[in-house]
T-cell receptor
Framework: AQSVTQLDSQVPVFEEAPVELRCNYS??????LFWYVQYPNQGLQLLLK??????LVKGINGFEAEFNKSQTSFHLRKPSVHISDTAEYFC???????????????FGQGTILTVHP | DAGVTQSPTHLIKTRGQQVTLRCSPK?????VSWYQQALGQGPQFIFQ???????QRGNFPDRFSGHQFPNYSSELNVNALLLGDSALYLC????????????FGNGTRLTVT
């Protein structure tokens, strides 16, 4: 079984400030890790994913995340946020079994990022 | 290249009724997964279809059923609707065997009154 905990339900920040959204996971098997963004009344858009290799992953819109296996964390960061980054962000995991297993993601509860001018 | 399309975008039903939601996957994708996202929650996996068969299922009752057609499109059916079934239903598509990268549609907002 897998679980994902997003440690902050809401993160307010001022424009051009740095931000970190925290995600911890628990799994009995090796996992792939993802961050998705959801704008109001829309579906989920993939920001970035960790499959293997370098633990620092760069994604779209200037976001990056670092996989820390010992701490089972996958925190999302952006050095300077914009008003347009206001949205809800979801951390998710899937197991590495392969085949159709990739379609089953376990999501966290979400973090609402609000960027103030 | 069309992404994942879902219909309808909004739906209002009464308790006890039945509903069918539809999804067309992204071009080139052969696997469809369905998720339920209640207000203020993360998406919850309902089930996944590949080769017209249900391959995996989350912790949802049998009132939730689905189908996949030869063209890879899919339907989600919910019988005997409960107030608690009110949610955003998201469809995601992918290609089996490829590194995981789910593409999501914009969802169907179901309201049960």
């Amino acid at each position: 079984a897998q679980s994902v905990t997003q440690l902050d339900s809401q993160v307010p920040v001022f424009e051009e400030a740095p931000v970190e959204l925290r995600c911890n996971y628990s799994s009995s098997v090796s996992v792939y890790l993802f961050w998705y963004v959801q704008y109001p009344n829309q579906g989920l858009q993939l920001l970035l994913k960790y499959l293997s290799g370098s633990t620092l992953v760069k994604g779209i819109n200037g976001f990056e995340a670092e996989f820390n296996k010992s701490q089972t964390s996958f925190h999302l960061r952006k050095p300077s946020v914009h008003i347009s980054d206001t949205a809800e962000y979801f951390c998710a995991v899937s197991d590495r079994t392969g085949g159709t297993s990739y379609g089953k993601l376990t999501f966290g509860q979400g973090t609402i990022l609000t960027v103030h001018p | 290249d069309a992404g994942v399309t879902q219909s309808p975008t909004h739906l209002i039903k009464t308790r006890g009724q039945q509903v069918t939601l539809r999804c067309s996957p992204k071009s080139g994708h052969d696997t469809v997964s369905w998720y339920q996202q209640a207000l203020g929650q993360g998406p919850q996996f309902i089930f996944q279809y590949y080769e017209e068969e249900e391959r995996q299922r989350g912790n949802f009752p049998d009132r939730f059923s689905g189908h996949q057609f030869p063209n890879y499109s899919s339907e989600l059916n919910v019988n005997a609707l409960l107030l608690g079934d009110s949610a955003l239903y998201l469809c995601a598509s992918s290609q089996v065997g490829q590194p995981p990268s789910l593409h999501f549609g914009n969802g169907t907002r179901l309201t049960v009154t």
